[in-house]
């Protein structure tokens, strides 16, 4: 079965911009969650989609948002990027049967530098 | 809230030689408790979990870890490591009924000839 790959792997933007992060779970799961993982302040949870549904949150600004539709794949956004901003971003994917969730899948993460 | 602390920042060990990487955990609830690797430049990988069942868990490539509900705790243990098991590894925490993983700091695993 193939893992959970991220597009693309590295990017730079600048301070004010937006920038868009794509996630190909595994085949089969239906929740995607993602991180951030900065040496500051280590790994942060910062969302999760079961489906097209935002069902977990963390404290992060309006500016992170998820979308995550049956017909593409699921993408995670920032917008007004700002230096603090510069990290690893990860996605996993998981299965759910009923209310039980399995293990999370990690890609290999996007790095986003800011400049 | 849930809150993960791993006790060492970092554990140089010689190849061959045992190591352990502390992990305490805080929860109200009933918790899955999982430990990740990450190797340079790349994601995470899973390298054991605990959901239910057995206290002791073991991983393929030869490391254990033991939960201890009375001391919060699921240490990781390895009797003796290999130059490859150089890399970080972290602790994390989820509710049993949610999905958000809660991260410990990372510990570094030097592992010298």
């Known amino acids: 079965k193939a893992g959970v790959t991220q597009t693309p792997r590295y990017l730079i933007k600048t301070r004010g911009q937006q920038v868009t992060l794509s996630c190909s779970p595994i085949?089969?799961?239906?929740?995607v969650s993602w991180y951030q993982q900065t040496p500051g302040q280590g790994l942060q949870f910062l969302f999760e989609y079961f489906s097209e549904t935002q069902r977990n949150k963390g404290n992060f600004p309006g500016r992170f948002s998820g979308r995550q539709f049956s017909n593409s794949r699921p993408e995670m956004n920032v917008s007004t990027l700002e230096l603090g901003d510069s990290a690893l971003y990860l996605c996993?994917?998981?299965?759910?049967?009923?209310?039980?969730?399995?293990?999370?899948?990690f890609g290999p993460g996007t790095r986003l530098t800011v400049l | 809230a849930q809150s993960v602390t791993q006790l060492d920042s970092q554990v140089p060990v010689f190849e061959e030689a045992p190591v352990e990487l502390r992990c305490n955990y805080s929860s109200s609830v009933s918790v899955y408790l999982f430990w990740y690797v990450q190797y340079p430049n790349q994601g995470l990988q899973l390298l054991l979990k605990y959901l239910s069942g057995s206290t002791l868990v073991e991983s393929i490539n030869g490391f254990e870890a033991e939960f201890n509900k009375s001391q919060t705790s699921f240490h990781l243990r390895k009797p003796s490591v290999h130059i490859s098991d150089t890399a970080e590894y972290f602790c994390?925490?989820?509710?049993?009924?949610?999905?958000?993983?809660?991260f410990g700091g990372g510990t570094r695993v030097l592992v010298k000839p």
């Open positions: 994390a925490v989820s509710e049993a009924a949610g999905n958000k993983l809660t």
């Open positions: 085949s089969g799961h239906r929740s």
């Open positions: 996993a994917s998981s299965f759910v049967a009923g209310a039980v969730t399995d293990t999370q899948y």
